[in-house]
């Protein structure tokens, strides 16, 4: 037990050890180490059933782990009730209390406390969210952006060491929620309280958070910064979950150098070996792995022109969309099925519409490799499916 | 086709089977076949309560208040003129009230336990508290009279009491259940998030929540107790509450008074639903 | 808040991090306590009765004697020879009386949901209101409504509808009261609004774009209403019949005060042979038939209209 915490401590170390969840013979969590720096913006990511948000209701104390221990700031709160945790939750739907106005929710935490002069510190709150005006209002009278607000400054008022959010802007249109987006990791970056965010949006985490762990089936696929994620992502599941991965089963025929040689179909592909999680000895299969800005189309014809040692896979279009700012093709590649690419709209070839015969080439330093047990298609659907 | 209307008229407006309808009468009736069918059986309901209300004016000749003399206000000014009568009335609040409050404490009790906790013997209990409203009355107010005989215990103010208890009592569950099911439990979490103590969170929160159905519960609770027959039939032994009174006197002789009686009840709960709503309506404007 | 020590260190459970933890028992015990007294009441008040009537109704013997278990079924054979015309006549009258409800209600309870409007509020007042005049107060106005000289009977006569009805046996002569129509009539009028209410509540829950849907892909309002509004007030018809029904087999206030000797049903025979003739044996085996029919044809009806989920 370090230092006392104070209401105004900047926030402390989330430190989750060993920490499950079971519910009779199901598993929700399994066992899971994890801690969460003080003052970051943490986000647990993962799709409806992954576990994420058990384990923010047991850091919440909401709910009680079958095994492990949670500690806030050095301290074991383990067994400890919620309402005895220096944690406050922006709930899911965010669960304003109906019966009470904007003004009485915003001071729960407060009157519970047994502080009796709440008034300068709600209305400084309720300014912060801009809803000084709405004090006096229920909060079915509110939008949904304002009462996600509400549910902030009820939350941040009481200064927790840690605040959790529960899929905070899950039931907001896409415009407010990147403007809610932005406006938290204001928030976060101005009182520099620990933030521990879940969500199923890869966009959202990647947006807000310092760090990122990918969840699935209860277990944490893999942690790190949202851009590291992003190119080195370490199983089938991360590279589909978070944006969109092109992988291409492949054999290793040359493996000792700084690069693998691999064989798919009958074209020749290079892999940085450091960029290679899975153990890829000659012989041995692996998945060899391109998101879908990193590929460029040539025409058929002007293949002669391609950088000389690119990745290069023949196909024909099948597919292409104009999205604005890029047109997504879906190209079919003979005994490797079809891939996505991404091209930005600068320079259009008017040759590349569906049908016509291609090549896609690409940087060998852009290509990562992945163990070839893996379900190829884990995590493709996902987030789509969720939001 | 006019017969065609009226037979399935009771159900739904019937569409014209060939196109166009000859007359503009019947062509009105038909679209308004159900609004008239509806009222006609509102007219249905309200009747007794205008003749209820009427007779509270007679004057009869003779011990029977069923067929009108002549205009008198003498039961009004006079409404606890018959010997019993007003007793008979305390008493039925009395217990109404008392049953209220039991049932409403032991039903709301059975009522969190069945929303918010997962235990054995559910269904037992869920077929326990369907039962007393699946049962006619008179089956259970006979058995719990062949109970109260066999154990020796006196009829009276108790018996009814505990009678009236029990059959509320799965009208309450019924009602609150109903609201705290529909009851997000994540407002529970957010208190006790927000430093409230379980039962800090349970009075703050829960129950102010949960007070629409408590409050529906208690009221049905009210109103099936001071209105209750035949349960009360078997079990009070010689007490006699208001029910039993107006029983006794369709053999006895009908004073006008019950008239009043009837009629300043049925104003008071007009009276009482006008004011709420019109309340109810200045909060929302303010 | 200051900072609360948690009295278990750290350390101790990081070298055991699986071990299991169990919700304590004073949290399982919670429901149960919850539970405790209103079924403790339920089970010595409702459920033990009945077993008490059971054992009572195969109990012989006297007022003087005291009454002694048995095993005389004849009881039962001998109520069920003597009563049967009241048995069938409750279950009759109950259902014609159930069936009227749901031909009157449903129009008022259409009306309510679909057509009322604004005037909603005071249609439903109306609706509730009348519970608030004591049902016995309000049976006796049929009285006066159905008395020989009075203007219904007098109207009636005038169409010749009553000397139809009297050839079909449902009254008598030239009057209403003390005849079936009359109970009938009453029993109706009393249970109306247990099934107008329902049915509102499971109506008010259908999207009238529903009904826009219907007309626009074909449907006529017959059939909309045929295809569409009522089986989904289905519940509603449900909870209504057996809301009028239960209570209305059961009922011998209606057939007291407005039918003769020719019309009582069997709760009539068991509150006097309860409270009168104070045969207990022969009133607990009556009551037990009753219930028994009754539990059984409920859960047939709810079998059959597939609404389990009801209960």
Known sequence: MTKTATPQSSGGDVRL?????????????????????????????????????????????????????????????????????????????????????????????????????????????????????????????????????????????????????????????????????????????????????????????????????????????????????????????????????????????????????????????????????????????????????????????????????????????????????????????????????????????????????????????????????QDIQAGADLDEEAA | MAASSTTAGTTATTAPTNGRTPNRGLRWLRRNIVTLAGLGTLGYLILPNLVVMVFSFNKPNGRFNYQWQRFSTDAWTDPCGVADLCGSLGLSLQIAVWATVGATVLGTMIAFALARYRFRARAGVNTLIFLPMAMPEVVMAASLATLFLNMGIQFGFWTILIAHIMFCLSFVVTAVKARVMSMDPRLEQAAQDLYASPTQTFLRVTLPIAAPGIAAGALLSFALSFDDFIITNFNAGSTVTFPMFVWGSAQRGTPVQINVIGTAMFLVAVLCVVVGQLAGKRRKRS | MTTTETPAPAEEQTTAPLEVRKTPARKRLVPYWLLLPGILWLIVFFAAPLVYQASTSIQTGSLEEGFKVTWHFATYWDALGEYWPQFVRSVGYAAIATALCLLLGYPLAYLIAFKAGRWRNVVMILVIAPFFTSFLIRTLAWKTILADGGPVVAALNSLHLLDVTSALGITEGHRVLATPLAVVCGLTYNFLPFMVLPLYTSLERIDPRLHEAAGDLYARPATTFRRVTFPLSMPGVVAGTLLTFIPAAGDYINAELLGSTDQKMIGNVIQSQFLRVLDYPTAAALSFILMAAILAMVTIYIRKSGTEDLV
């Open chain 1, 17 to 373: 050890q060993g920490i499950s969840k079971t519910y009779g013979s199901f598993t929700a969590v399994h066992p899971l180490d994890l801690t969460v720096p003080a003052g970051s913006f943490f986000a647990l990511l993962g799709a409806s059933g992954c576990g994420k948000t058990t384990t923010l209701r047991m850091i919440a104390g909401l709910e009680e782990p079958t095994t492990g221990t949670v500690e806030l700031a050095g301290q074991d709160v383990t067994v400890l009730p919620p309402y005895k945790r220096q944690v406050n939750t922006v709930f899911q739907n965010y669960a304003l209390f109906p019966h009470l106005d904007i003004y009485e929710n915003v001071a729960f935490g407060l009157r519970r406390r047994g502080i009796k002069s709440v008034k300068k510190q709600v209305e400084e709150m309720l300014d912060l969210v801009q809803l000084g005006p709405m004090a006096r209002r229920k909060p079915q009278q509110l939008s949904g952006g304002q009462q996600q607000r509400v549910a902030v400054a009820r939350a941040l008022i009481n200064h927790p060491q840690v605040l959790l959010l529960d899929e905070p802007l899950g039931a907001l249109d896409l415009k407010l929620r990147r403007q809610m987006q932005l406006e938290l990791k204001r928030i976060q970056t101005e009182v520099g309280i620990t933030f521990v965010h879940v969500t199923h949006d890869q966009e959202e985490a990647m947006t807000m958070a310092d760090t990122v762990a990918v969840m699935n089936g209860g277990r944490v696929e893999q942690l790190g910064a949202p851009a590291d994620l992003y190119e080195n992502p370490a199983t089938t599941f991360v590279a589909n979950f978070l944006g969109t991965s092109n992988l291409i089963e492949a054999e290793v025929v040359e493996a000792g150098g700084d690069e693998l040689l691999l064989k798919a179909a009958d074209a020749k592909l290079r892999l940085p070996a450091a960029r290679c999680s899975a153990s890829a000895r000659t012989g041995e299969k692996v998945l060899a792995g391109v998101r879908p800005e990193k590929v460029a189309l040539r025409h058929a014809d002007d293949a002669g022109s391609i950088t000389e040692g690119h990745n290069r896979l023949p196909g024909r279009i099948k597919d292409a969309s104009f999205i604005g700012v890029s047109t997504q093709y879906v190209v079919d590649v003979p005994g490797l099925g079809e891939l996505a690419v991404y091209e930005q709209n600068i320079e259009r070839d008017g040759r590349l519409v569906p049908g016509a015969e291609i090549v896609l080439h690409w940087s060998p330093a852009h290509t990562f490799g992945l163990d070839a047990t």
